[in-house]
């Protein structure tokens, strides 16, 4: 007996359902988001990435970042992410609709950086951090990114950007030399402070969750 059209309909049957599930279904369901605009503040969200920031997006993928942190908050049910002071709601679809590459992460060894720049919006800190971890964050396990950084003779003025005011006594250059971040360094900060989805949109104002009253309470104790 000729099986071969029956095995023919078997895989094309395959094929045709996890299409339709995996990419048609998701492209009728998100393919349409658009930004939000705002009236009251002139501007559409999600925002843009600014220039300095979307190359600072080139050099997270670049060093691997991706390892370690998420960009994606959970839905509370899903995970203490909202707890844990990492967005103030669940992360949405339209979230990132402006980015052609979405940075969402599968393990956290570190925290969710989703909103990182409405948490430690001081780029200093994040120099500190980047130059060695211990600094800012004692007992870290993350790495330090020192070649961000780069030791040079103080020609004429001192940068304003310098860092090593900042830095530990074993971290001193030599009297004369000053500490500045590299360009890969100043748009990875620009881009960690611009990650930050503290915006409402239409489906999001459902999902928003206020801070619970017995929170608090409990943490006077
Ligand atoms: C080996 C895992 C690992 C890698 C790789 C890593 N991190 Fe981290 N990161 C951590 C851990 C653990 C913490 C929490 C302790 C701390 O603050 O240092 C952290 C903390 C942070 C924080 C502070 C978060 C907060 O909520 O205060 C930022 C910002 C950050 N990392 C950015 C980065 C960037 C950018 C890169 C890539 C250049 C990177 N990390 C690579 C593990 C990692």
């Not at 049957?13 to 009236?39: D, R």
């Not at 052609?100 to 990182?116: A, E, F, H, Q, Y």
């Not at 360009?183 to 999001?204: C, F, H, I, M, Q």
Request: charged share 25%; hydrophobic share 30%.
């Amino acid at each position: 007996m000729n099986r071969a059209p029956l095995i023919f309909l078997g895989i094309f049957l395959t094929l045709a359902f996890s299409w339709t599930g995996i990419i048609l279904v998701n492209q009728i369901g998100y393919g349409s988001l658009k930004p939000v605009f705002n009236e009251d503040e002139g501007a559409a969200y999600p925002l843009q990435t600014p220039g300095l920031a979307a190359r600072g997006k080139l050099v997270y993928e670049d060093l691997g970042c991706i390892y370690c942190h998420s960009q994606q908050v959970r839905r509370p049910g899903y995970g203490s992410d909202i707890e844990r002071g990492w967005g103030e709601r669940q992360s949405v679809a339209r979230d990132y609709i402006r980015e052609s590459r979405v940075l969402l992460g599968t393990m956290r060894t570190g925290p969710d950086l989703r909103n990182i720049g409405a948490r430690q919006t001081d780029p200093t800190w994040h120099y500190l951090h980047f130059y060695d971890p211990q600094i800012t964050s004692n007992g870290s396990i993350m790495p330090p990114f020192k070649f961000l950084f780069e030791t040079r003779k103080i020609v004429g003025q001192p940068s304003p950007k310098a860092i090593q005011s900042k830095l530990p006594e074993k971290y001193q250059p030599k009297p004369g030399y000053e500490i500045v971040p590299t360009e890969r360094g100043e748009n990875l900060v620009a881009y960690l402070l611009s990650l930050k989805d503290t915006y409402a949109y239409p489906e999001t104002k459902n999902v928003y969750v206020e801070p619970k009253p017995e929170a608090g309470k409990e943490e006077k104790k």
